[in-house]
């Protein structure tokens, strides 16, 4: 006893935006999508609401369902103030730039007081660097190697960052998924 899936399924991924209970994405960046098998298990749970629909089938022996779009959780899942200290949450901090010259290529991070200067491991002291400024840089600090960052490190808060995702919106936006994301996107007249 299987699933059946149409053709058309087979060839489209069909991943559902995941939505909290008050309507708005779980993250921007990376954005909150589930397999559209993990989306029909919590439908079938009642653990979300079906928003919106593809025109996408599956059927087993005894039942065909569209598969779910857009979904949202049933319970609020409230968020924590501050994210995680994580390498791609410090580079999202950061725009995915350097902090001292703006490239976006190359990028590693830099102790902005060195560790031998009793610089921390710690969000106001990390900072996305490119090689070749953390290079240039070296263990030295901002003024001995007069190289100071354009943005002094912070500890962001997880709207912060969610606001920083909403910069980076992803290749592929379904139609159904627009009006609960909100990129800068000219709105039709």
């Not at 995680?84 to 901090?93: G, K, M, S, V």
């Not at 190289?147 to 910069?167: I, K, S």
Request: charged share 20%; hydrophobic share 35%; proline share 8%.
């Amino acid at each position: 006893m299987g699933v059946h899936v149409t053709p058309h399924a087979e060839r489209v991924a069909s991943p559902a935006l995941v939505l909290n209970a008050d309507y708005r994405p779980l993250s921007y960046f990376p954005l909150s999508l589930w397999h559209w098998q993990a989306a029909l298990k919590a439908v079938f749970l009642d653990k979300v609401t079906i928003v919106s629909e593809y025109d996408t089938e599956v059927r087993s022996p005894s039942l065909t369902v569209r598969l779910p779009s857009v979904i949202a959780l049933r319970d609020y899942v409230r968020r924590p103030e501050y994210p995680a200290f994580t390498r791609f949450n410090l580079f999202l901090r950061d725009h995915f730039s350097c902090s001292y010259c703006g490239a976006k290529e190359d990028l590693t991070f830099d102790h902005v007081i060195p560790r031998a200067h009793g610089g921390q491991t710690s969000w106001t002291n990390i900072s996305a660097a490119c090689a070749p400024c953390n290079i240039r840089k070296g263990g030295r600090s901002p003024d001995e190697a007069n190289m100071h960052p354009r943005r002094w490190p912070h500890r962001p808060t997880t709207h912060e960052l969610n606001a920083n995702g909403q910069l980076f919106p992803p290749n592929y936006l379904h139609e159904s998924w627009r009006d609960y994301l909100y990129w800068d996107t000219e709105l039709e007249s």
